[in-house]
């Protein structure tokens, strides 16, 4: 199959609004990151998204919308419901709910719940729009790489697997959506994102943060929400993340990358933007500055890929407090490390003893 890459304009969204209508799949930018949407109520166009992107068909999907009307008959609306779509949609926030039969098995993997979303896009509403249906869209990558935030990631993975990407450019805030449980007594967060802890709780009161988003799941833990299972945004390399004061950090990086060049492998660091110069000896890739973590966020994703571009072994982060948007930063983090963290005062020493 041929895959074209349009930018966004009335006659590619009329071609991708022709598309969806007839099954198929089309890729298109949100304001979190690129998603791959099929028709919601088309089974056998959802199950060919699983196929595309070799996603485990125990991993539900979100549903997207564009006027709160293409609720009726695909869900209930629970009383916390109302407040949060009035404060947070159009945006990065995907809200739980009880499903109706409408909606396909193959879309909730089974669950009682299904997540759906207003995403705030420009194209992505303009797309939802043009072909009036709700769409089923996980992030557009190929299953276990970083989610894309630019229309180049969607195509190398998806090249030749599907008809149509539409490029919007890179996605604002990229990392994906907040993802949050209604449906049972205290709300949860089972996936932080763009909408924080703090925005939600000013509208709800208490909510509760999934036990599983700052570390591995345990052994016969159950995932609140499936896609926790799963070890996502691996690079190739092996990531581990660095923790202390600064000073503390800064010392340390240039150690831990010294003693991996020594022992033969390719190492690098990421830091954040004021480090860059301190540590240019250590082939530093820029997550922003530590003062802003909506940068790091937004360029978290990119950064992970030229990781595997450059066939690192050894990768050492930089960390960011797990608040506001800095805990999405690191739940993505962690999870890419698969939460090895090494304190800066003890590590690497022996590089420089020997
Ligand atoms: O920002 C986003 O949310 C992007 C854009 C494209 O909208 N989409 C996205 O979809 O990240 P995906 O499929 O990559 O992640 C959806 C997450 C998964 O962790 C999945 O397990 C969880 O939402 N999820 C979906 N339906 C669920 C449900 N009924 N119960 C619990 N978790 C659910
Ligand atoms: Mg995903």
Redesign the pocket.
């Known amino acids: 199959m041929n895959t074209r890459v349009c930018p966004a304009s009335a006659d590619s969204l009329s071609l991708a609004a022709r598309l969806l209508a007839d099954g198929a799949l089309v890729a298109?930018p949100?304001?979190?990151?690129?998603?791959?949407?099929a028709n919601a109520l088309d089974a056998d166009a959802v199950l060919s998204i699983f196929a595309a992107k070799g996603?485990p068909a125990d991993?539900?999907?979100?549903v997207?919308i564009h006027d709160t009307a293409q609720l009726e008959g695909l869900c209930e609306i629970p009383p916390m419901a109302r407040p949060l779509m009035d404060a947070f949609w159009p945006g990065?926030l995907?809200i739980?709910m009880p499903?109706t039969p409408r909606i396909p098995d193959c879309?909730?993997?089974s669950?009682?719940?299904?997540?759906v979303?207003m995403?705030s896009h420009p194209v992505?509403r303009d797309l939802l729009k043009a072909c009036n249906l709700p769409i089923a869209?996980?992030?557009?990558?190929r299953s276990g790489k970083p989610?894309p935030t630019t229309a180049q990631h969607v195509l190398e993975d998806m090249q030749g697997r599907i008809p149509l990407i539409l490029d919007g450019g890179p996605c604002e805030?990229g990392?994906?959506?907040t993802?949050i449980?209604i449906c049972h007594g205290t709300p949860v967060i089972?996936?932080p994102?763009?909408i924080t802890k703090a925005q939600l709780e000013s509208v709800l009161g208490t909510v509760d943060l999934a036990p599983s988003i700052l570390r591995p799941l345990g052994k016969n833990e159950v995932?609140?929400?499936?896609?926790?299972?799963?070890r996502?945004y691996a690079p190739e390399g092996a990531i581990t993340l660095v923790t202390g004061s600064e000073e503390e950090v800064l010392q340390a990086l240039p150690r831990l990358y010294r003693q991996a060049v020594a022992d033969g492998k390719t190492a690098c660091v990421l830091c954040f933007h004021e480090h860059m110069e301190a540590l240019r000896a250590c082939h530093p890739h820029d997550l922003g500055s530590r003062l802003a973590p909506q940068e790091t966020a937004h360029r978290l994703f990119d950064v992970l890929r030229e990781l595997d571009a450059e066939h690192m072994d050894c990768i050492y982060s930089e960390v960011l407090p797990p608040e506001g948007v800095g805990l999405a930063v690191m739940n993505r983090l962690g999870r890419a490390a698969a939460f090895h963290t090494l304190a800066a005062k003890d590590a690497g020493k022996g590089a420089d003893k020997a």
């Open positions: 298109f949100t304001e979190t990151v690129y998603g791959l949407g996603r991993n539900p999907l979100i997207h990065p995907t739980l499903r879309v909730t993997a669950l009682p719940t299904v997540a979303r995403p992505a869209a996980p992030s557009a990558n989610s805030v990392l994906e959506s993802v449980d089972l996936r994102g763009g995932a609140l929400s499936p896609g926790m299972r799963y996502h």
